[in-house]
Nanobody
Framework: QLQLVESGGGLVQPGGSLRLSCAASGFTLDYFAVGWFRQAPGKEREGVSCISVSGGSKNYAHSVKGRFTISRDNAKNTVYLQMNSLKPEDTAVYYC?????????WGQGTQVTVSS
């Protein structure tokens, strides 16, 4: 079965850190650009960060720049999102997406809650 599986979400206090993982199953991520998106209650899904196939190009939303870091480990078929200095407004369901020409996969999402 071809799927993406996110993990690493949870409840964290403001200022804390989490590392999200996006693991591919049934296919290799080597040829896919991968992005992280999030959706807070009552809001539209928004892009958070993305990484190119080679890993040499990374982009971040303005709201997370300097706090979040995206990386990939093709040997583990996994993309990561390191989230530091978390804020309550980072609370959302986080999704990963793998994209290449004519092919696109979404994960089921992982909940991140930032609250004291």
């Amino acid at each position: 079965q071809l799927q993406l599986v996110e993990s690493g979400g949870g409840l964290v206090q403001p200022g804390g850190s989490l590392r999200l993982s996006c693991a591919a199953s049934g296919f290799t991520l080597d040829y896919f650009a991968v992005g992280w998106f999030r959706q807070a209650p009552g809001k539209e899904r928004e892009g958070v960060s993305c990484i190119s196939v080679s890993g040499g190009s990374k982009n971040y939303a303005h709201s997370v720049k300097g706090r979040f870091t995206i990386s990939r480990d093709n040997a583990k078929n996994t993309v990561y999102l390191q989230m530091n200095s978390l804020k309550p407004e980072d609370t959302a369901v986080y999704y990963c997406n793998a994209d290449r020409i004519l092919t696109n996969y979404w994960g089921q999402g992982t909940q991140v809650t930032v609250s004291s």
